[in-house]
């Protein structure tokens, strides 16, 4: 069966504090690393309350330091906000503390709104520009040190850190296959180009070093419970989160509601319902088919599953929910071949 992973954006719940966002993180963790799940990735986000992994590498630390072989990393580090020396030693740092564990997946968006990411990086000079050089100059800060090289990575050079780039259109696959690097398509939140963006990233596909065919992954926000009812009733966080967000009021991850028509205009609930179109909710059983489903339409190599759950008993319930089904799966022969399941 191919691989199931977790992304988690720490999401910070109405009432509580960006440090029980944290804890639930650490937890979350060790459950779904008891649960099989293959790797658990942090995204970076900025003035957005909700979410508290705006440091992203340290929370990766956090998480690493409280398991023991699941892979932790980011989905994504947005490459345009930092200098690729200061990530590369991050991440040099990191695959230190943590051998054969860390990934680093990077984005090229700013994670944030305009007026944050001038504050992040002082200027808004065109990513498209300038992302595919600081992703070629990362690269080369993570090789051995050549002789007279006056700027290094300390620590990084010579380590070994997984690159994967990160996208939701079709300027991240044509790159990615470019350069030979795995690809994550962010299908949880953007899922207009996800079937072309797979589709030019497999054609296009170069070998390199780091991989000999393409690797494809794919994210979907899952919300499993006992119940239809009980997980519709959950995904109302997520579906306020998302209506706040296009109103420009972001705010904690709200607790669910039953009167979603008297807090959203039809117009939000079509958006809603457009950005997350891929999103599977209910029973284990609709799940399960929900899931199959996206496996057999996209054809990717491994599945990567957000959760924006306002309770976090109910979240640790989805994620085992969902680890059930991978079994489940398994044994009915629905899978990718994993072929690059070790190497990265």
Not at 31 to 52: D, F, K, N, Q, T
Not at 203 to 215: D, G, I, R, T
Request: proline share 7%.
């Amino acid at each position: 069966m191919i691989p199931f992973s977790v992304l988690d954006l720490s999401p910070v719940p109405a009432g509580a504090t960006p440090a029980t966002a944290f804890a639930n993180s650490r937890d979350l963790a060790r459950h779904v690393e008891g649960w099989g799940y293959h790797r658990y990735w942090l995204a970076e986000h900025h003035s957005m309350p909700g979410i508290a992994s705006a440091a992203t590498a340290l929370v990766i630390q956090h998480v690493a330091a409280a398991t023991t072989h699941i892979r932790v990393g980011s989905g994504g580090i947005m490459l345009p906000n930092h200098a690729p020396l200061v990530i590369a030693e991050q991440f040099g740092t990191l695959a230190s503390l943590f051998p054969g564990r860390i990934d680093l997946g990077l984005g090229r968006a700013p994670g944030t709104d305009q007026r944050t990411a001038r504050a992040l990086r002082r200027n808004l000079m065109g990513s498209d520009d300038s992302f595919p050089a600081d992703v070629l100059e990362l690269q080369a800060y993570f090789k051995p040190t050549e002789p007279g090289q006056t700027v290094q990575a300390v620590p990084g050079a010579g380590l070994d850190v997984p690159i994967w780039l990160l996208g939701s259109s079709l300027f991240s696959a044509h790159l990615a296959a470019e350069l030979g690097l795995p690809f994550a398509f962010a299908s949880h939140f953007a899922p207009d180009y996800l079937l072309h963006a797979l589709d030019l990233y497999r054609a296009q596909f170069k070998p390199s070093a780091v991989l000999a065919k393409p690797y494809a992954m794919a994210a979907i926000s899952i919300c499993a419970a006992n119940t239809d009812a009980d997980a519709a009733l959950l995904f109302t966080s997520m579906q306020q989160q998302f209506v706040h967000l296009r109103r420009g009021t972001p705010g904690m991850l709200p607790p669910p509601r039953a009167d979603m028509d008297a807090f959203w205009s039809p117009a939000e609930k079509q958006m809603v319902d457009h950005a997350l179109a891929y999103a599977v909710t209910g029973s284990p059983d609709r799940v399960e088919e929900g899931v199959a489903r996206f496996l057999d339409l996209t054809g990717i190599d491994e599945l990567m599953i957000a959760g924006q759950i306002y309770d976090h008993g109910a979240r640790l319930r989805s994620y085992e929910i969902v680890a059930d089904i991978h079994g489940k799966l398994g044994r009915a022969g629905i899978a990718g071949d994993g072929k690059l399941r070790d190497a990265i």
